[in-house]
């Protein structure tokens, strides 16, 4: 055991991993974060929940085939309805089952290893959040990540690095305060809980993440659809920011 691991067998983790035609990622993804699951395993209750979101290729039935020996693994599928919407179906499925939800992604992007000093930190604060200081998934989405950092400031006030790592140890007692403040189908739900977090000075400890280039497959958000995110999340973010107060 390392120091100051902390490791209890009384600490339900449900790690949350929302995939969308991730057939080439899935089997290095179950390799990567399973073992995690097993290591602090809860009481054999923590789970490693892959939410397919109606995948068109076979992602959801090479999920089903290794939780037949993975029985830690939990695979989940639903109706399409984007990155942000699975995310959210993730925390609300496990916000009352789990004490930790550490939500990443099916692409290979994020390291497991990286993972112990999140759990480390676990008692301390509410929220241990990512934070990519270099990315390699291209200059687009580094812009896009400054942009958003310069708008949460502008309209909310606070000062962020990263708002949207797909790299966040949070303790479900956060999530359940936070979860409702917008709609089920919403697209930027890390992002805003970021915000709330900060903005409402909770417990937030921001580590630094390596973060890769897609391992295989294609990324299914492009140049255009970025763009209408973006659009649509200025009208977002000022009408969260008028219902705070």
Not at 27 to 41: D, F, L, N, Q, S
Not at 106 to 117: H, P
Not at 144 to 150: A, T
């Amino acid at each position: 055991m390392m120091p100051n691991e902390n490791t209890s067998e009384k600490d339900i983790l449900y790690i949350v991993i929302p995939a969308y035609n991730e057939e080439k990622n899935i089997k290095k993804c179950i390799e990567e974060w399973y073992p995690i699951v097993e290591r602090y395993h809860g009481g054999n209750q923590s789970r490693l929940m892959v939410i397919d979101d109606g995948s068109k290729d076979s992602t959801y039935s090479l999920l089903c085939e290794y939780a037949k020996t993975h029985p830690l693994l939990l695979p989940v599928t639903k109706k399409n309805g984007g990155h942000g919407q699975t995310v959210i179906y993730g925390y609300e499925y496990a916000k009352d089952k789990a004490d930790y939800i550490f939500q990443t992604d099916a692409d290979g992007q994020t390291s497991s290893s990286e993972f112990i000093q999140f759990w480390n930190l676990r008692i301390k604060y509410d929220a241990i959040l990512g934070c990519r200081k270099v990315r390699g998934d291209g200059l687009v989405r580094r812009f896009v990540q400054f942009m958003v950092c310069v708008l949460l400031f502008l309209i909310f006030g606070i000062k962020v690095k990263d708002a949207n790592a797909p790299f966040r140890l949070m303790k479900t007692t956060i999530i359940k305060k936070y979860i409702n403040k917008f709609p089920k189908d919403y697209n930027l739900p890390n992002i805003m809980l970021t915000t709330y977090f900060v903005y409402n000075q909770e417990s937030v400890m921001f580590l630094p993440i390596t973060f890769r280039n897609r391992q295989a497959g294609k990324n299914s958000i492009d140049i255009k659809k970025i763009f209408q995110i973006g659009q649509r999340a200025v009208s977002d973010f000022i009408r969260f920011r008028k219902e705070i107060g």
